[in-house]
């Protein structure tokens, strides 16, 4: 007779290729310029990390719930983090100051992910609200407001996926030039 210890099984490892394959998409989309151009999102360094960290916001939401959910939004997380240290290395920053601004990026990750997940529960203009603060140095509303539509179409397109597509890379994120210009 087989006994049924599934939780001593090791957990499943995503496939490195898939997490580079969504890691990839969330970084190609988070440098779309129609955000920088047509939605006020600053255009550095600051700006282009927040746009980043919305987009793996997204996607881990999206991802938390399926069947082996946890480990494959661990090893993207982690990807983020690899992909932050390079960055900041290849910034000529120090290698005894990678650690404080990789707490200052965990820091960030976790307080935006915290603010939007309020928020997208609330409202379209709370939602709005927190991407104007986080985003958009806290002016701009507007275009704040474009912002929150196109990220709500985004989780709206991810949660129609199934799970087999999420899981496998085998989608797209929306255009923001066809859902961030609506109010």
Excluded at 7 to 19: D, S, V
Excluded at 61 to 75: D, I, K, M, N, T
Excluded at 102 to 121: C, K, N, P, T, V
Excluded at 162 to 176: N, T
């Amino acid at each position: 007779m087989l006994w049924p210890f599934n939780h001593f099984r090791k957990p499943q490892i995503p496939l490195p290729g898939t997490i580079e394959a969504i890691y990839g998409m969330i970084v190609t989309q988070a440098r779309e310029p129609l955000f920088y151009r047509d939605l006020g999102v600053p255009d550095t360094v600051d700006g282009r990390f927040d746009l980043l960290v919305l987009h793996l916001w997204m996607v881990l939401r999206r991802l938390r719930p399926v069947e082996g959910g946890a480990a494959l939004c661990q090893a993207l997380f982690d990807r983020f983090c690899e992909d932050m240290d390079a960055n900041l290395r290849e910034m000529g920053v120090g290698d005894l100051t990678v650690p404080k601004r990789m707490q200052a990026f965990g820091e960030a990750f976790y307080g935006r992910s915290a603010a939007y997940d309020l928020a997208i529960a609330d409202s379209r203009e709370a939602l709005a609200q927190a991407l104007c603060k986080n985003i958009l140095d806290g002016g701009q509303i507007e275009n704040a407001r474009r912002l929150a539509y196109y990220a709500e179409a985004a989780t709206s397109a991810l949660a129609g996926l199934d799970d087999v597509k999420v899981q496998r890379a085998s989608w797209r994120f929306p255009s923001p030039a066809r859902v961030g210009v609506q109010q």
